[in-house]
T-cell receptor, first 114, second 113 residues
């Protein structure tokens, strides 16, 4: 039972480099999300998707792009990494828009930008 | 917009002590309310939830009651264990779609033997 899987788990980038975080879920969920977690800030929504081929901006989308080409995958891209993007990134998914549905989280990806 | 305010930590308790972590929310309509727990080095796990007023969510000895009159969803446990040491997040999702979760800032709990 894999659930939500994120890769890579750890990464160190230099300022200006690009990278992609991959999120995969095997629960046939429609909705997927990318959050970032920073000390004292809780989790903040970066981008989300309500289905294959759709994406939307969350609370803190600047500096990130996303794609949902396949239902099971949700990619988060950093085109030109900045030290302010040092954070822990969490992917999450849920079945539908019915209020109260459980949202499942991946184990996190620790990103450091130097 | 929707928001969640939860008691800031850190909270340090002795084993078998009573735990309360306060959470209040601002939202239109009837949101669903959640408590998530994050153990060191891990992702978030759903601890409990409530989807309508006066519902009580419970799991692993933890409880929280959805109080619409006070817009609160306080987390309680009668007797904490060392294994309960973690960060606890209160969250809500608004009614009517997209299921975007809005989180509080988290409360770190440390339980000493």
């Amino acid at each position: 039972n894999a659930g939500v899987t994120q890769t890579p788990k750890f990464r160190v980038l230099k300022t200006g480099q690009s990278m992609t975080l991959l999120c995969a879920q095997d629960m046939n969920h429609e909705y997927m999300y990318w959050y970032r977690q920073d000390p004292g800030m809780g989790l903040r929504l970066i981008h989300y998707s309500v289905g294959e081929g759709t994406t939307a901006k969350g609370e803190v989308p600047d500096g990130y792009n996303v794609s949902r080409l396949k239902k099971q995958n949700f990619l988060l891209g950093l085109e030109s990494a900045a030290p302010s993007q040092t954070s822990v990134y969490f992917c999450a998914s849920t079945r539908s828009s019915r209020s109260g549905n459980t949202i499942y989280f991946g184990e996190g990806s620790w990103l450091t930008v130097v | 917009g929707n928001s969640v305010t939860q008691m800031e930590g850190p909270v340090t308790l002795s084993e078998e002590a009573f735990l309360t972590i306060n959470c209040t929310y601002t939202a239109t309509g009837y949101p669903s309310l959640f408590w998530y727990v994050q153990y060191p080095g891990e992702g978030l796990q759903l601890l409990l939830k409530a989807t309508k007023a006066d519902d009580k969510g419970s799991n692993k000895g933890f409880e929280a009651t959805y109080r619409k009159e006070t817009t609160s969803f306080h987390l309680e446990k009668g007797s904490v264990q060392v294994s309960d040491s973690a960060v606890y997040f209160c969250a809500l999702s608004g009614e009517g779609g997209s299921e975007k979760l809005v989180f509080g800032k988290g409360t770190k709990l440390t339980v000493n033997p």
